[in-house]
């Protein structure tokens, strides 16, 4: 988590807890260190954020502080709620628990006569999904995507063939029957679409590929672009042939 993404937790706990918060529960919920978040609290306090309190005790925030407005329209309300819960379909446990998470702080600072679709009952997405795989993890994947990063990745073909391949991974494709990981695969040197559940092992090695993903992505793209209008021009053709 980076440190401004860190810093805007820690404001968000604290407006929304009942009492005082110890420096150990808010790094147990953010997976830092006690002394990560000391020096957190002492940065905001040093930007005037209201935070009283000391180490062993626990911080509260002073009352009426408030983040600057969201200034969303009702339709953009809407979009987000739609949005939001579409994007819990995909099985990716990360990106669900995101998920809720900015759903209540959406909830925490639109104005009241906004508020009304992000309770999800006057918008509501079925949640047929496909079950995250078990063997992948996908916030690792995704992370391994932003820190371009190569993966040493052991396959299965739709036969069951195995096989081991090095991969630059630069997308996750979140289709409604499963997910795939685009990427540029070192065995073939082209690209790849790796179906998740396919996915028996994989690790990360020291390797990146730094600087070289959005080209990928773009190159990528152009192909999977032209290889799309190819079949539908095929498919024209065969319905008027």
Known sequence: MRRTTRLFEVIQLLRVARKPVTAEA???QLEVTKRTIYRDIASLQALSVPIYGEAGIGYVMRAGYDLPPLMLSIEEVEALVVALGLLERTGDKGLKAAAASIRAKVATVLPVATRQPIDR???YVPQWITPEPVTVDLAAIRQAIRDERKLSLH????QGQ????IIRPIAIIYYVEV???AAWCELRQDFRSFRADRIVGYTLTEERFEGEGARLREAWQ?????????AGSRVMAWRFS
């Open 26 to 28: 808010i790094a147990t």
């Open 222 to 230: 152009a192909r999977h672009e032209h290889d799309s209008a190819v």
């Open 121 to 123: 009952r006057s918008l």
């Open 162 to 165: 195995a096989t081991e391949r």
């Open 179 to 181: 997910m795939h990981i």
């Open 155 to 158: 396959y299965a073909d739709a």
